[in-house]
């Protein structure tokens, strides 16, 4: 009985989430798959040839599985943490706090809702990807890992700083100073090979250069690190980040007075 | 069976604030309750901790028996919360907000339809239930939380205000409705600035003054401590000085008003027999202010 319960708060919060992010389908799918599509057509078509393989992939096919999987961690940040925070703001977190929710339940309902962001527009930009370039599949379990991986481990680190922040600006810092430029550094556009020694040991503290790599490595079959490693390393951030974010919601940080 | 046991219960806040100072209060079950104070004496601070919505420093909180402590889910299970600031997504319907909200409290999807469906009509917003929230009027939003907070059935129903800026006509209509959920065993446990709603509606009442409980006994009890009462005469035909009546307090408001302060003890027909010997018929009388009004500003003066 309690689990059913359970479970229908559960598919509540899922459903308010996706429900959510649809009905503002131009503000949340619609940009970043325009986004996706000058990225492909100006570092793809126009400036890809002229640079020529990395690798041993046409630039372009190089580029794409880093650019979905950058769709992919924005959007899944990106939705936990405006939803988050808007409900915060409106104060209609409440509705969950006074019902009978373990606050696990609405963290997963949170971080869910933050997947099948990330997983759609994930797809949306891998279609439009493929107007430009062929994909290859090299391993399907690999890939499906990684994506669901990492919009989890983003999804969390979004509701982490949805509960801190008390204004908009709060939720626009950490993208703007800390995730743009990890991704933009994490190996998108280029391999860590082509970096000075220094900078490739620096690299190899961005964990979005472990997540872009294994896309990549379950696309083309190619990476720059070894893949075991960055699933170890990945799942160790996603239970730090889960401790964290329940542990604040325990304690009602930024949610109860 | 008691609905609401509250003990010793204190706030404090971080700023050192003390919001409640350990207060006890009991809410029957099948009560309608009135739970009164002025601003920041603590109302919101006592309903927030028992929706679990502001952390207690200390004391203890029951609902229908369950501690909020160890079995804070089955106490959850019994309210419903009509919050004093509205607090549903403006994006959203208001057919989905109640949904939502029954979803919450883990009732299939279905069902909470049928249910959002029962109380959207009861409260006359079911012709508005694919209305974006934000497009309602106040009055309409206040009527949303209602159903809203109604949802899941709950034993007890809290509200915080909700007749705040609300026309009058509306806020008839709200007492009738709360009037009938009370009849049919909702407890209900009501804040109110407009004190003539309380003193028509609740059987039962506590004020609280800067953190502490000043007064907790029964509506009669509490109107029978009342010794004076002023009243407003309305006179049929003009005049121009008032007679000289020893034993009653009279003022001239205007040719044609009155007003009179009579002690409790003394019989009001004397001063009609009186009046209407010296020729001044009275077409109509009323209370200057509500009755607990005057208890209420007194209370919280002394206690002060």
Known sequence: MYKRTVLIAFNTIV????????????????PPTIAMALYFVIFGSLIGPRIGTMNGFNYIEFIAPGLIMMAIINNSYGNVVSSFFGAKFQNHIEEMLVAPIPNIVILAG????????GILVGIVVTLVALFFTKLNLHSFSITIAIVLL???AFSLAGLINAIFAEKFDDIAIIPTFVLTPLIYLGGVFYSIDMLPEFWQKVSAFNPILYMVNTFRYGMLG???INIFYAFAILIIFILILFFISLHLLNKGTGIKN | MTALEINNLTKIYPNKLIALNSINLNVNQGDFFALLGPNGAGKSTAIGIICDLTKKTSGSVKIFGHCIDENNDAAKSCIGIVPQEINFSLFETCLEIVVNQGGFYGIKRSHATKRAEKYLRKLNLWEKRNERSRNLSGGMKRRLMIARALVHEPKMLILDEPTAGVDVELRRSMWDFLIDINQQGVTIVLTTHYLEEAESLCKNIAIINHGKIVENTSMKKLLSKLNKE?????????IKELPNLDNYNLKLIDTTTIEVEIDRERNINKLFEILTKKNIHITSMRNKTSRLEELFLKLLNNKD
């Open chain 1, 150 to 152: 990492t919009s989890i």
């Open chain 1, 110 to 117: 949170f971080v869910t809702g933050g997947v099948a962001r």
């Open chain 2, 230 to 238: 002023t009243f407003i005469f309305d006179l049929n035909n003009p």
């Open chain 1, 222 to 224: 190619e990476s720059d």
């Open chain 1, 15 to 30: 459903i308010k989430e996706v429900t959510r992010f649809s009905r503002i389908w131009m503000q949340t799918i619609l």
